[in-house]
């Protein structure tokens, strides 16, 4: 899989790109933002525990890249965020909201579907 750029998924319509590039970008948000509502629905999920699961999915993004999507998808409805108290530090944990529940159910329906017209037989 590609590596993404730093910051290149939220700023995917910069003039300098390719129409390529572009595109798979935008792909790549929505696969990230799946992913997070995915793993929000079965616990709740931290930042950097997000990122080393997108490292194991192939998705190489900074914290820097990562965080302003979780908190896009907290002010979207999507997601919950909770302060915990973790070794003297506050973590911020996000789990999924019933709006966010609602768009992943759909964004699986619609990921199912494509997969299943375009897959190789």
Do not use: C
């Amino acid at each position: 899989m590609r590596k993404i750029p730093e910051l290149a998924v939220l700023f995917y319509m910069s003039g300098g790109e390719n129409l390529e590039d572009r595109l798979l970008r935008k792909l790549f948000l929505g696969f990230i933002q799946i992913h997070i509502l995915h793993h929000a629905k079965e616990h709740p999920i931290f930042g950097s525990w997000m990122l080393e699961e997108l490292r194991e999915h192939g998705y190489t993004i900074s914290p820097g890249t990562l965080y302003p999507i979780l908190h896009a998808m907290e002010n979207d409805g999507l997601l919950m965020k909770e302060d915990r108290k973790v070794d003297g530090k506050i973590r911020k944990y996000y789990t999924i909201t019933e709006k966010g529940q609602a768009v992943l159910v759909e964004a699986r329906n619609k990921a199912y579907e494509l997969f299943k017209e375009i897959k190789e037989e």
